[in-house]
């Protein structure tokens, strides 16, 4: 729910699966992960992936340093919250690629963007979910109506996955995918000022500071030891169209 009550809106058909190129340091990176258009109703065609999803994000959650949801003692984040918020439109979940086991050139492993001809549960292929799922996003109006043409996203990437630089190739993947989902622009309402990653990697992919929203947040100090207000910037890049 926003200020302006549910925002809900999904493409009617389903855009194409790419593969992307991983650069990390981590010895046990693949070359590429690829991506995949889900909403709830895809998502839940595959036993466990929602409820695993949701178990991260929860985590996430109750860490108390990046999203603006906040979970009290006895008052669990639930499944229902989780669905509401994170697939109130569509998502992409990125899954890591598997080299073959032959040695044989791996056809899905291809220039950023290239379309793959394989489906989510091919991507899989056999292994659970912590093993293979690298991490997600939703995008979705930021606006309703007569602004919905801008949109917001939200990312994840599972503790054990991080350090492989899926959050940098979530993000080029977002401009990807935002203006071929129907949008023109995206705006980040809060990006937290000591979320210093994230600062930089918008800023490298030319999305501009909007504004500085004093006190915006109530966040967990990253000791852990009590709380304290941070500001946040919002940040906006308008999508360049998609190529022919």
């Known amino acids: 729910m926003s200020a302006y009550g549910a925002i809900n809106s999904s493409s009617s058909s389903v855009l194409p699966s790419t593969t992307w190129q991983l650069v990390s340091k981590r010895p046990d990176t693949p070359k590429y992960l690829t991506l995949h258009h889900l909403t709830l109703g895809r998502a839940e065609k595959f036993p466990g992936l929602v409820d695993y999803l949701h178990g991260v994000f929860a985590a996430e959650l109750e860490r108390g340093l990046t999203y603006p949801q906040e979970t009290l003692p006895g008052q669990p984040y639930t499944r229902a919250q989780f669905d509401g918020y994170f697939f109130a439109a569509d998502a992409l979940v990125a899954v890591l690629g598997q080299s073959p086991a032959d040695g044989t050139a791996d056809p899905l492993d291809g220039p950023d963007g290239s379309a793959v001809p394989i489906g989510f549960a091919e991507a899989v292929g056999g292994r659970t979910w912590e093993e293979c799922i690298a991490g997600c996003y939703y995008v979705k109006p930021n606006y309703p109506g007569r602004s919905s043409h801008i949109c917001n996203a939200g990312f994840l990437v599972p503790p054990t996955q991080r350090g492989r630089g899926v959050g ?43 504004g ?29 169209a998609p190529a022919a």
């Open 212 to 240: 500085r929203i004093p006190r915006a947040g109530r966040l967990r100090k990253a000791d852990g030891d009590g709380e304290e207000f941070v500001d946040a910037w919002v940040f906006y890049r308008r999508f360049d």
């Open 168 to 210: 940098t190739v979530l993000a080029r993947s977002y401009l990807h995918y935002g203006p071929r989902l129907g949008y023109e622009a995206s705006v980040f309402n809060l990006v937290y000022v000591n979320n210093i990653a994230s600062i930089k990697l918008w800023e490298a992919l030319d999305f501009t500071k909007a």
